[in-house]
């Protein structure tokens, strides 16, 4: 085919589509569609403008009631799906606990175990040591180069 032939036959429409839902993937284009391809996008710019309005309505909702869930969530509510909890809610959670052993043994007694035993915080302690030593020194060697 030449090249004459070939800008030839893409200036012609090719099959357009009976309605705008058809997969535009799998459709044909060339040139000669180009009017028809715009008044496709116009005909569904507002459909796409009512999906976006939708999409940002949706959103706003769900971080409202993710802040509703957030605020009225307590140690003694019944457990909700997890969301991105902050670290101001875990404090506050944590301050509970504590609230709550200091009236409760039992809780108490529960609380304790979860403590790391003495050979475990030695190991933790030398690892901050050994984590902050690595940093000092990441950052000396990067001002030197």
């Not at 496709?40 to 009631?65: C, H, P, W, Y």
Request: glycine share 2%.
């Amino acid at each position: 085919m030449s090249l004459r032939n070939a800008m030839a036959k893409s200036r012609n429409p090719a099959m357009r589509p009976r309605t705008t839902h058809e997969d535009l993937k799998n459709l044909v284009w060339t040139f000669g569609d180009l009017p028809a391809m715009s008044d496709t996008i116009r005909s569904n710019e507002s459909d796409l403008l009512e999906l976006v309005d939708a999409m940002f309505t949706v959103q706003k909702g769900l971080a409202d009631l993710q802040r509703l869930v957030l605020k009225s969530k307590s140690p003694s509510s019944s457990r909700l799906p997890p969301f991105n909890i902050p670290a101001a809610e875990m404090k506050r959670e944590e301050v509970d606990r504590f609230l709550r052993a200091k009236d409760d043994k039992k809780f108490a007694e529960m609380i304790k175990v979860r403590t790391l035993g003495p050979e475990h915080s030695e190991n933790q302690l030398k690892l901050r040591k050994s984590i902050q030593a690595s940093r000092s020194m990441n950052r000396v060697l990067s001002i030197n180069l």
